[in-house]
């Protein structure tokens, strides 16, 4: 490997600023905590450079001028980095800025663990790694929803979550606080406070392709909810056998229907006689009644050609979320399917006939099908709070100050 390299400033990471205040030194690791071939440990801050000199040996002597390694921005270089006289790793590291740098080390858990330490213990403080990167794009962006927003883009679920997201900043959250705060004189509470509730709307719907959502299959034993599991996952994830009971922890597949992300969950069938029998059975029964309770969206299955199940529906779906599927319409005659579908969604988890159907159900009922991508929403908890908390103010002083808040950061204006 060469030891020395050019390449653009700040790409990687984005950071060609330093990270929060000089005199606070930072480490952070960028990766996950897996397993892994590499792994990347974020240092930065005032003394950045003068612990990487301590601790890092190059491999090459042109990197060093005058005795001291040559940390230039946009360089790449390749060495060591040393505790007293011990090798802790082989490593390359990424000049990102003049007080900023990226080194990758091995992606071994326990050595990344040690490098972590190694600038610990010459003074860096360690920090999140969401954290890390929120704070860095916080000293460069304008504004706290922009820095928020370019971190979210790189996590969000979906394509559409990622276009929900950059258009805070151009067409969303951010034009709407500004202009809230340039209009604020002129506005009455109660105006805020309408407006206010209409992000609070939007942003209950957007979540679900901004986040993963999860979609609970629940009904009586048999009644194909496993076998409507496999078939959104295009390989067998549940055990399908026609003896109640067979499915009693609960199993998951994470797809995409549509434009969502889901988490669908297959759960032990409802059933009174399950519940009063063996422990084990009672449990699962529990466990499914609260999945049911956690989910964004249950689908209840029962198996059409069972007249009983179709005239008692086990559970009582109440205010809950839910599609009713009434599945195994393959076994049934033309007349007995035209009867179901003008009260529920006729499926054939076998066939896959009325799935896409199914799944257009799905997202009407989350009100994603035709959801604005302008529209103004909060993406993350903190602005979610901030936005609640401005609907139960009744001082348009701390209106102000709430406002400030949610457009700079809190201690920002």
């Given amino acids: 490997m060469p030891a020395e390299m050019k390449r653009p400033m700040g790409r990687a990471f984005g950071m060609e600023q330093l990270l929060g205040d000089d005199c606070i030194t930072r480490v952070s690791v960028l990766t996950g905590k897996q397993m892994a071939a590499i792994a990347s440990v974020a240092l930065a801050g005032g003394r950045a450079r003068s612990i990487l000199s301590d601790v890092f040996r190059a491999s090459s002597a042109s990197t060093v001028q005058g005795g001291q390694i040559h940390f230039a921005p946009g360089k790449i270089l390749h060495g060591t ?15 990102e800025a003049n007080d900023c740098f990226v080194v990758h080390c091995h992606g071994n858990p326990l050595l990344t663990q040690q490098v972590v330490k190694l600038f610990e213990s010459k ?28 971190l979210w883009m790189q996590k969000a679920a979906t394509l559409t979550g990622v276009k929900i997201i950059a258009n805070q900043v151009t067409a969303g959250l951010l034009p709407t606080v500004r202009k809230w705060l340039a209009d604020f004189e002129q506005m009455t509470l109660a105006e805020l406070w309408t407006g206010c509730h209409q992000v609070l709307r939007k942003s209950s719907r957007a979540k679900y392709l901004i986040h993963r959502c999860r979609i609970v299959l629940v009904g009586p034993p048999n009644s194909g909810k496993s076998s409507l599991l496999n078939y959104f996952a295009q390989k067998e994830q549940a055990v399908v056998a026609p003896v109640p009971g067979t499915t009693r922890d609960w199993v998951s597949v994470t797809c995409r229907l549509g434009p969502l992300l889901a988490d669908i969950v297959d759960t032990a069938g409802l059933d009174e006689t399950l ?49 009713i599927a009434a599945n195994k319409c393959d076994l049934l005659m033309p007349t007995e399917r035209q009867s179901l579908y003008s009260k529920y ?41 901030i936005i609640r908390k401005l609907i139960h103010t009744k001082e348009k002083e701390q209106a102000r100050n709430l406002l400030s808040s949610l457009l700079y950061g809190e201690g920002r204006k």
């Fill in 345 to 385: 969604v006729a499926i054939s988890a076998k066939t896959g006939e009325g799935i896409d159907r199914l799944v257009r159900t799905i997202t009407a009922a989350l009100k994603v099908d035709d959801f604005d991508c302008t529209a103004p929403v909060c993406f993350t908890d903190r602005q979610l709070a």
């Fill in 123 to 150: 003074g860096a403080a360690w920090t999140d790694s969401e954290e890390f990167v929120l704070e860095q794009r916080r000293s460069t962006a304008a504004d706290m929803i922009e820095a928020e927003a370019g």
């Fill in 81 to 95: 980095l040393l505790d007293n006289d011990r090798i802790v790793d082989e490593v390359v590291i990424g000049c």
């Fill in 275 to 323: 519940a009063a029998g063996s422990e084990i059975d009672g449990m699962a029964q529990q466990t499914t009644l609260e999945l049911i309770q956690s989910a964004d969206m249950n689908i209840y299955v029962y198996d059409a050609s069972k007249v009983r199940q179709g005239q008692s529906l086990l559970f009582n779906l109440g205010s809950l979320k839910a599609v």
